[in-house]
């Protein structure tokens, strides 16, 4: 199994802030990688996937990129409703993978 | 609209079952692979299972297989999880997600989740 691990596990941020966080693949997975942005009570969110395109509907505060075998998940301008855990996903192969979470908080 | 709808969590004792269901609308149906995603109490996002669009082809993390069985009816718009031998570690919210395509694409929309509790 591909095994996700994303790092930080917790951040502490402010209204305004750019915020990165990051993901890596245990093994090659291409760009097969996606985002996902989740408050408690409620569905997760999708925000990025194939590793830097935008989902219909999410601000473009909102990006993704990679480098070699890192991933990237920007938010620039943390704004109120942002404060969440974010999950990355790889949908190259089968179990598909989640990373253990990044909460966001104050 | 897409909505995804999921009912039929509860509590249940070791060893048991549950079905769950999950009734979509605002989208073709069967044009689209669908999954269940769950979340235990404290931990993270954890992919079960996805069918794809005919509901011919099946996928399982391994801690679900042989216990689980995903499935669908393209004439009723509904996705379906039965879970046997149910255990204390199953505890958890059950999301129904629709993938953006098919099996194995990113889950683009998700239900509000129905929370199973597995406990005597």
């Known amino acids: 199994d591909i095994q996700m691990t994303q790092s930080p596990s917790s951040l502490s941020a402010s209204v305004g802030d750019r915020v990165t966080i990051t993901c890596r693949a245990s093994q090659f997975i291409s760009s097969y990688l996606n985002w996902y942005q989740h408050k408690s009570g409620k569905a997760p969110k999708l925000l990025i996937y194939?590793?830097?395109a935008l989902q219909s509907g999410v601000p473009s505060r909102f990006s993704g990129s990679e480098s070699g075998p890192d991933f990237t998940l920007t938010i620039n301008s943390l704004q109120p409703e942002d404060f969440a855990t974010y999950y990355c996903?790889?949908?190259?192969?089968?179990?598909?993978?989640f990373g253990q979470g990044t909460k966001v908080e104050v | 609209e897409v909505l995804l709808l999921e009912s039929g969590g509860g509590l249940v004792q070791p060893g048991g079952s549950l079905r769950l269901s999950c009734a979509a609308s605002g989208f073709t149906f069967r044009s689209y692979a669908l999954s269940w995603v769950r979340q235990a109490p404290g931990k993270g996002l954890e992919w079960i299972s996805t069918?794809?669009?005919?509901?011919?082809?099946?996928y399982y993390t391994d801690s679900v297989r042989d216990r689980f069985t995903i499935s669908r009816d393209n004439s009723k718009d509904t996705l379906y999880l039965q879970m046997n031998s149910l255990r204390a570690e199953d505890t958890a919210i059950y999301y129904c997600a629709k993938d953006r395509s098919n099996a194995g694409a990113p889950f683009d929309y998700w239900g509000q989740g129905t929370l199973v509790t597995v406990s005597s």
């Open positions: 996903q790889q949908s190259y192969s089968s179990p598909w993978t």
């Open positions: 194939d590793a830097s």
């Open positions: 069918l794809s669009g005919s509901g011919s082809t099946a």
